[in-house]
T-cell receptor, first 114, second 115 residues
Framework: EAAVTQSPRSKVAVTGGKVTLSCHQTNNHDYMYWYRQDTGHGLRLIHYSYVADSTEKGDIPDGYKASRPSQENFSLILELASLSQTAVYFC?????????????FGPGTRLTVL | AQSVTQPDARVTVSEGASLQLRCKYSYSGTPYLFWYVQYPRQGLQLLLKYYSGDPVVQGVNGFEAEFSKSNSSFHLRKASVHWSDSAVYFCALSAFNSAGNKLTFGIGTRVLVRP
């Protein structure tokens, strides 16, 4: 069954440290996305990618980098983690970039920055 | 700019009762509208989506939603809820020709179904 997996599922990081969140999809989808979820907010788009070796900024990219080394893998990188980046992070994939394309989500990574 | 408002942060209903979750959107054109559900410790799953046609769209697990252009709304309904419907429900919007299919989400409504 097609799926989106994320690792780790939870992580505690120290302020100023580097954090890498990984996402792997077996959907054979071209598009992949990173969102963050905060209490009182819906999911907000950080970065997305529509082809390997290319990434695009979403609505809240500051403090984050993304990497798409292959169609299946998409990483989110926090070079200098900050307290404000404590959140739940979701990865998603979709078959196309059209407005009606369904996005398939991973289970999320709970990141706590201390 | 586009936005989605879900005015009810929490809703509690008894098992077997009906459920309605409200969603209002703001967008100058005609958007794609979605309802996603997030069960505990899981990612989001699509319940249904709408773009055009019959304003009442059927989804999975007995859910349906009704689109109203005049009210800029896309409310979700279920006639009789089960305890397993306890989850967080998100309304989302995607604009036609939106680069990268960026979804704009509401804050979600947490539904608790009491036995």
């Amino acid at each position: 069954e097609a799926a989106v997996t994320q690792s780790p599922r939870s992580k505690v990081a120290v302020t100023g440290g580097k954090v890498t969140l990984s996402c792997h999809q077996t959907n054979n989808h071209d598009y992949m996305y990173w969102y963050r979820q905060d209490t009182g907010h819906g999911l907000r788009l950080i970065h997305y990618s529509y082809v390997a070796d290319s990434t695009e900024k979403g609505d809240i990219p500051d403090g984050y980098k993304a990497s798409r080394p292959s169609q299946e893998n998409f990483s989110l990188i926090l070079e200098l983690a900050s307290l404000s980046q404590t959140a739940v992070y979701f990865c998603a994939s979709s078959d196309g970039g059209g407005a009606g394309a369904e996005q398939f989500f991973g289970p999320g990574t709970r990141l706590t920055v201390l | 700019a586009q936005s989605v408002t879900q005015p009810d942060a929490r809703v509690t209903v008894s098992e077997g009762a009906s459920l309605q979750l409200r969603c209002k959107y703001s967008y100058s054109g005609t958007p794609y509208l979605f309802w996603y559900v997030q069960y505990p410790r899981q990612g989001l799953q699509l319940l249904l989506k709408y773009y055009s046609g019959d304003p009442v769209v059927q989804g999975v697990n007995g859910f349906e939603a009704e689109f109203s252009k005049s009210n800029s709304s896309f409310h979700l309904r279920k006639a009789s809820v089960h305890w397993s419907d306890s989850a967080v429900y998100f309304c989302a919007l995607s604009a036609f020709n939106s680069a990268g299919n960026k979804l704009t989400f509401g804050i979600g409504t947490r539904v608790l179904v009491r036995p």
